[in-house]
T-cell receptor
């Protein structure tokens, strides 16, 4: 089983619909992140959470919301989807950081298409 | 945030050594240098991380000069499966990944 699991893997939705992307992890990490990636570009941070009571906006949070239901679960919602939210979405986790070899673990991604 | 600059793309052939250099002139004292690999439609995967001098693991080596203003990821004897995008990131690992910036990376194409 994957350490970081995203559901669904692919989704097509209509403009104006509400959609939720889910992420669960078995790493036991407190820190979780949501990124989006557009074709040919790097990843951009949408939201991040350092624990269940801590939610923070990233660089492109407009149009998105998140929920940290438990240490292992972090969901991303698009309240009213629009076509320019069509992208590949990644969830990631990391531990608090111990210096060397502190890494982020990424899910397989959710490909979202808004038509 | 330490800005990084790396080549947009590189080409190589199977069996060759590939060196990808990343420039990070304003790296801070507490910053580490980390490289990730990403295959199409997959999440990035950690390759290697270092602070200074040389770090080697079973996949790659990371060379960091004394001034730490640049770093070089070295992939020995690449194969077709090493075709991917490689990201160089610089940041303080203790503060979390929210401050790490994934740029456009270096797209490596390995040909037969």
């Amino acid at each position: 089983d994957a350490d970081v699991t995203q559901t669904p893997r692919n989704r097509i939705t209509k403009t104006g619909k509400r959609i939720m992307l889910e992420c669960s992890q078995t790493k036991g990490h407190d820190r979780m992140y949501w990124y989006r990636q557009d074709p040919g570009l790097g990843l951009r941070l949408i939201y991040y959470s350092f624990d269940v009571k801590d939610i923070n906006k990233g660089e492109i949070s407009d149009g998105y919301s998140v929920s940290r239901q438990a240490q292992a679960k972090f969901s991303l919602s698009l309240e009213s989807a629009i076509p320019n939210q069509t992208a590949l979405y990644f969830c990631a986790t990391s531990d608090p950081g111990q210096g060397e070899n502190t890494e982020a673990f990424f899910g397989q991604g959710t490909r979202l298409t808004v038509v | 945030l330490a800005k990084t600059t790396q080549p947009i793309s590189m080409d190589s052939y199977e069996g060759q050594e590939v060196n990808i250099t990343c420039s990070h002139n304003n790296i801070a004292t507490n910053d580490y240098i980390t490289w990730y690999q990403q295959f199409p439609s997959q999440g990035p995967r950690f390759i290697i991380q270092g602070y200074k001098t040389k770090v080697t693991n079973e996949v790659a080596s990371l060379f960091i000069p004394a001034d730490r203003k640049s770093s070089t990821l070295s992939l020995p004897r690449v194969s077709l499966s090493d075709t991917a995008v490689y990201y160089c990131l610089v940041g303080d690992m203790n503060t979390g990944f929210q401050k790490l910036v994934f740029g456009t990376g270096t797209r490596l194409l390995v040909s037969p």
